[in-house]
């Protein structure tokens, strides 16, 4: 038996040899369609000799300096690229190695940030109900998902959870969105005003929510009225794009369609690729200068941050998303995925919802779609969908506890930004056949 503590040491995993463009190989010659990116990690596929090539090139010539003694080079570049290409505000970037990290670098310094103005007391974080941020104690206490938060929970903070933006379940028959956006961030002020005012340090949200939820994006307007309604009381309003971010939903970050700008966006997946592990969060100018002029530094760091190889792969993929215009490719792309799946699932009848944006999509399962009952959970779909697809030789991510942390499954879709019009039928094709498989149905593909 292995000796790797694998995710689920019972679990036979395929051995992946080898990546070519949208599919992994395995030992014994399996081709599988990553229609998923793994988590939406691989928006290049699996082979990008540029980016490679890039990572190479820097082993040759420095690997890693710590960042208490160096700055190094790759990084700098990194850092002029994101911040060129960010709003106004957005003017620094601190680089970490996950998601997660990411996200604990956010929470801290945003707490840091109300220390060097004057604001000690301010000590509450709130995020949303049904949100993923990572499974460090600190991602997993704002963390939105009861089912992951559980065994934990004596060892995670107190924070408060407000409502999703999630209209398929929670918008009233008839609510438009706008007054279904008002409803959210009245809720929010709500919770404000019930911690204090001047107590709050941040607000987390998904831009698109994405694991736990499954690819929802916000209602028009939603972040309009929520950026009001931090600026307010003070508040921050970081923004968790590590899934959604770095093209996934077709911009670069996955607020600008929403006309709003973060204090603080956390970016992960699409950053490295998955060529090399890397993180960041960009920050506002002015959490910056609070910084400079108060203590002079954030009391916070990893070995591993800024590590040279890791910015410089991750420079070849901001070069190839600009220089290759993939941005655009994703939009056209995900238009099409869009098309194909209301053509392949519209008539499925446990498939209740379709939603997405760009290259992130997901199907939401349900039992009955005139009720949108979930399924039981007993049954595990997501978990059976999850093998009947890989049998099939396609990669999705389905997760449980989509309504409530508990009940209800979703299907996630992230393939490559360099995915083929054919390789998206392919992709529908052994996902209806993975459905019917798992809901004994016959497939009927239009
Ligand atoms: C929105 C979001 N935030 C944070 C994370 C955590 O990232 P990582 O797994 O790299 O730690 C994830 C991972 O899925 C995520 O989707």
Not at 29 to 57: K, P, Q
Request: hydrophobic content about 45%.
């Amino acid at each position: 038996m292995s000796k790797v503590f694998h995710r689920m040491p019972g679990h036979a995993y395929p051995v992946a040899v080898r990546g070519e463009g949208a599919y992994l190989i395995d030992r014994e010659g399996r081709r599988y369609l990553d229609a998923s990116g793994g988590a939406a990690v691989s928006c290049l596929g699996h082979s990008d000799r540029a980016v490679t090539a890039a990572i190479e090139r820097q082993l040759g010539l420095l690997p890693f300096a710590h960042t208490s003694f160096f700055t190094n080079e790759p990084m700098e570049a990194l850092a002029e690229a994101l911040v060129a290409r960010a709003p106004g505000p957005l003017a620094k970037v601190y680089f970490v190695s996950g998601g997660s990290e990411a996200m604990e670098a956010a929470l801290k310094l945003a707490r840091q940030y109300f220390l060097e103005i004057g604001q000690p007391q301010r000590r509450h974080i709130i995020a949303r109900r049904q949100s993923y941020h990572g499974n460090t104690l600190g991602a997993l206490a704002i963390g939105g998902h009861a089912g992951r938060r559980k065994p934990f929970e004596p060892l995670l903070f107190a924070a408060s959870h407000v409502s999703p933006c999630y209209p398929y379940r929670e918008r009233a028959a008839g609510e438009s969105d706008e007054h279904y956006g008002a409803r959210l961030a009245a809720e929010l002020e709500a919770e404000i005003q019930r911690l204090g005012g001047d107590q709050v340090i941040a607000f987390v949200a998904e831009t698109v929510a994405g694991a736990t939820l499954g690819a929802v994006p916000p209602v028009a307007g939603y972040f309009r009225r929520v950026r009001e309604i931090c600026d307010r009381y003070g508040v921050l309003l970081i923004l968790d794009e590590v899934m959604c971010g770095m093209g996934r939903c077709g911009t670069l970050w996955a607020f600008e369609p929403e006309g709003v700008v973060p204090d603080l966006v956390a970016v992960a997946k699409g950053l490295g690729a998955g060529y090399q592990p890397i993180g960041a969060v960009l920050a506002a100018q002015h959490v910056f200068d609070a910084v400079m002029r108060g203590s002079g530094s954030f009391q916070h760091g990893h070995t591993y941050l800024g590590h040279a190889a890791a910015c410089a792969g991750a420079l070849a993929v901001q070069r190839r998303l600009h220089e290759d215009r993939l941005l655009a490719r994703v939009s056209a792309l995900g238009a099409q995925l869009e098309t194909k799946l209301h053509a392949a699932f519209d008539a499925h009848p446990n498939v209740g919802d379709i939603r997405g944006r760009g290259l992130f999509w997901a199907l939401e399962l349900v039992a009955d779609r005139a009720s949108k009952a979930p399924l039981d959970p007993e049954l595990r779909t997501h978990a059976r969908l999850k093998q009947a697809a890989m049998e099939q030789g396609l990669m999705c991510y389905p997760s449980g506890g989509t309504v409530d942390g508990a009940r209800g499954d979703h299907v996630l879709l992230a393939p490559p930004f360099i995915v083929e019009p054919e390789q998206l039928d392919e992709l529908v094709e052994k996902l209806a056949h993975a459905l019917g498989s798992v809901f004994a149905e016959p497939v009927v593909l239009r």
